[in-house]
């Protein structure tokens, strides 16, 4: 065939593409420094059995910079002057796959327990870890659903600055939307036609009550916003004890007297010293005074 006569050619003709076909597997050394890279920058800490994940999504990078091995990369980065493959890196390592409409009994409760209480009132809302966006317009929905127009905005936040960008973009495949009430879908997006077909864009009147940064979780805020309602969901479970901790510390201070924290329902504040009062599976509200 053509193509793999090409490729047999190419290899030839450079040595080098023959020299980076296969790269040595990721040393122990390597998996240990990346382990403790990305512990100190995003407070991650990577299980043993992510040894592969890390492997699989660094090959681009080895090839780019024509390095064989994983201690060449991890040398590389720790130079001065490479802060921005430091950031690429974070970004490589905390892409997190999300959906419209996750954990459907938050968005219910929300709906039934805690929004009524916000009409004809300010409310600030926060996604403190929203990945590529899904959950911050999935909450956009369901205040303007219940509170319409309303004085409500929503600030989502992420440390991954490639997913940040996907997130203000605010375009998706169609199957990430699959749980949406239909009629959400089409009041509150667009679908995709010819070049864009299975694709749906974010009402750009709903996209107006929505902003986005990036923000790593273990530094305070210093700007004296202040929140009340804060989703958290599905990060703390990449955490020690001693980084959820940190973590908490740092949010528990960005969230109003009386306001309202939701985690994942797969995570827990075991362990973790705080004055929020749990008032549901996974909600918890800080005190009032």
Not at 155 to 172: C, E, F, H, P, W
Not at 211 to 238: A, C, M, Q, S, T
Not at 248 to 275: M, N, Q, W
Request: hydrophobic letters at 35%; charged letters at 30%.
């Amino acid at each position: 065939m053509w193509g793999a006569e090409r490729r047999t050619t190419a290899t030839q003709d450079n040595p080098a593409i023959e020299a980076l076909a296969e790269l040595d597997p990721i040393s122990d050394k390597a998996f240990e420094r990346f382990r403790q890279f990305i512990y100190e920058k995003a407070g991650i800490n990577l299980a043993p059995h992510k040894r592969q994940l890390v492997s699989s999504r660094l090959q681009k990078r080895l090839r780019h910079y024509g390095l064989r091995n994983y201690d060449a990369y991890i040398d590389l980065i720790s130079q001065p002057g490479k802060e921005e493959e430091r950031r690429h890196l974070v970004d490589l390592l905390t892409t997190n796959e999300t959906y419209f409409y996750r954990e459907p009994a938050h968005f219910d409760y929300l709906r039934a327990k805690i929004l009524p209480q916000y009409r004809n009132r300010t409310l600030h809302v926060w996604s403190a870890a929203c990945s590529t966006g899904e959950e911050v317009y999935t909450l956009a929905m369901v205040l303007a659903e219940t509170l319409g127009r309303g004085d409500w905005d929503i600030l989502g936040s992420d440390i991954n600055s490639q997913v940040v960008a996907t997130a203000k973009r605010g375009m998706y495949p169609l199957e990430r939307a699959k749980n949406l009430p239909r009629e959400w879908l089409s009041k509150y997006c667009l679908k995709g036609v010819r070049a864009q077909a299975g694709n749906l864009l974010i009402n750009p009147k709903l996209k107006s009550r929505t902003r986005f940064e990036e923000r790593n979780l273990k530094k305070p805020r210093d700007d004296g916003r202040r929140f009340e309602i804060v989703f958290l969901r599905n990060v703390l479970i990449y955490f020690d004890v001693a980084t959820k901790q940190l973590v908490l510390d740092c949010l528990s201070r960005a969230i109003a007297p009386g306001g309202y924290l939701f985690i994942s329902h797969v995570e827990s504040l075991h362990g973790i010293k705080t004055d929020l009062t749990t008032i549901g599976p996974s909600i918890f509200r800080k005190p009032l005074h």
